[in-house]
């Protein structure tokens, strides 16, 4: 889920909070697995396998949720401008840009589903022409802009941002059927 800022000028695509709120609980999620980690060290003398896996697999477990946690904070950060100069993307770690001279694909093309929201798209501008898989997705492969698109945002992305974007470049662009897939 998304916010639009919609001028003539540009558009400004940011998350909302949901993946703020997903990255603050993989934080406490991660508070919980070091007092684990805590609690199992120190091994006694005679310790057991059992105690060494159960070491290994709560490092595992803390690796994974921080990762996730970078994940959604830098999913959250990130911004789109859209204006007439082409596509921006801001977020914590990186920042690109793409003029519209360079795009030689973009769209929106299925990548998923989530429990409730249903489809979930990626917006994508891309300076390469991807492979079609099928009516409703391509193979989004290499350096590229793209952002999630979920749920009753597809509807907001085809009404407001294909039509501006459609205005300032000449590439048709790839639009993913919006129907219900099975997993």
């Known amino acids: ?28 999620m991660a508070i919980a697995g070091v007092r ?26 803390i690796g994974i949720v921080i990762s996730m946690g970078v ?17 921006l993307c801001k977020s914590w770690i990186n920042k690109k840009f793409i003029k519209w001279d ?18 979930t ?3 994508y501008f891309s300076k390469h022409e991807c492979q079609i898989k099928n009516d409703c997705k391509k193979k989004l492969k290499g350096k590229m802009i793209k952002a999630f ?6 509807s907001e992305a085809i009404n407001k ?5 459609s205005e300032k470049t000449n590439i048709i662009p790839f639009l993913g059927k919006d129907i219900y897939h099975f997993i």
């Open 1 to 28: 889920m998304f916010e639009i800022s919609h001028s003539k000028e540009q558009i400004i695509i940011k998350r909302n909070t949901t993946f703020l709120g997903v990255g603050v609980v993989t934080i406490i």
């Open 36 to 61: 684990l980690l805590f609690g199992l060290l120190p091994f006694e003398e005679d310790y057991t396998f059992a105690d060494v896996f159960g070491l290994i697999f709560v490092c595992v477990w």
């Open 71 to 87: 994940f959604a904070f830098v999913t959250n950060s990130k911004q789109i401008t859209i204006n007439n100069y082409g596509i």
């Open 102 to 119: 360079d795009i030689k694909d973009w769209g929106l093309s299925y990548c998923g589903q989530t429990r409730g929201e249903g489809n």
């Open 121 to 123: 798209y990626y917006l």
């Open 149 to 154: 698109v979920i749920g009753n945002d597809y």
């Open 161 to 165: 941002i294909i039509p501006f974007c």
